[in-house]
T-cell receptor, first 116, second 111 residues
Framework: DTGVSQNPRHKITKRGQNVTFRCDPI?????LYWYRQTLGQGPEFLTY????????KSRLLSDRFSAERPKGSFSTLEIQRTEQGDSAMYLC??????????????FGNGTRLTVT | QKEVEQNSGPLSVPEGAIASLNCTYS??????FFWYRQYSGKSPELIMS????GDKEDGRFTAQLNKASQYVSLLIRDSQPSDSATYLC???????????FGAGTILRVKS
């Protein structure tokens, strides 16, 4: 178990540019989640996958955000035409399939995005 | 009303004391409850999970759940300066398959 891996750790970009983040979950975990966290707030749900299927996406998520998990293993989160308000820590988490209740999420170290 | 509410703190306790962290949630059908610890600039780290009413103990940590009152708490006994962090309460809501997090409580343990 090598844990959840996220790359890059930090990303600085100019407003209007596109960025892409990668997440490699714990290998035996079927579920993969993306969250966003800003200073002083808890993580905010963005979307989640079960294997390669994207099962839920936050209603608050702009159309500029898109996520994929093409082979049910790693996932990418792309933000198009970045805005300063996109500056945040982007967290990926994975979990096994729930049995009769939700399993805990295991988080990666996050990608800190700064939009200038 | 927010789905998961926590007092933002900071909660300051002396070393060796008991720290008590509280969380309320709005969804009566929530089934899964978690406490995470987050150090500044780091990602959340799971401390405890609790699913049934009552207490669950793990070392210096005790999680308490009261579904009738929609209340979950975390007690930290013999608090250490290394416990100083933000503690996040997370709950699944609306039969959902995601966790909703509170804003977190900042804990400061003074030596």
């Amino acid at each position: 178990d090598t844990g959840v891996s996220q790359n890059p750790r930090h990303k600085i970009t100019k407003r209007g540019q596109n960025v892409t983040f990668r997440c490699d979950p714990i290998s035996e975990h079927n579920r993969l989640y993306w969250y966003r966290q800003t200073l002083g707030q808890g993580p905010e749900f963005l979307t989640y996958f079960q294997n390669e299927a994207q099962l839920e996406k936050s209603r608050l998520l702009s159309d500029r955000f898109s996520a994929e998990r093409p082979k049910g293993s790693f996932s990418t989160l792309e933000i198009q035409r970045t805005e300063q308000g996109d500056s945040a820590m982007y967290l990926c988490a994975s979990s096994p399939l729930p049995q009769d209740r939700l399993s805990p999420l295991h988080f990666g170290n996050g990608t800190r995005l700064t939009v200038t | 009303q927010k789905e998961v509410e926590q007092n933002s703190g900071p909660l300051s306790v002396p070393e060796g004391a008991i720290a008590s962290l509280n969380c309320t949630y709005s969804d009566r059908v929530s089934q899964s409850f978690f406490w995470y610890r987050q150090y500044s600039g780091k990602s959340p780290e799971l401390i405890m999970s609790i699913y049934s009413n009552g207490d669950k103990e793990d070392g210096r940590f005790t999680a308490q759940l009261n579904k009738a009152s929609q209340y979950v708490s975390l007690l930290i006994r013999d608090s250490q300066p290394s416990d100083s962090a933000t503690y996040l309460c997370a709950v699944n809501v609306e039969y959902g398959n995601k966790l909703v997090f509170g804003a977190g409580t900042i804990l400061r343990v003074k030596s």
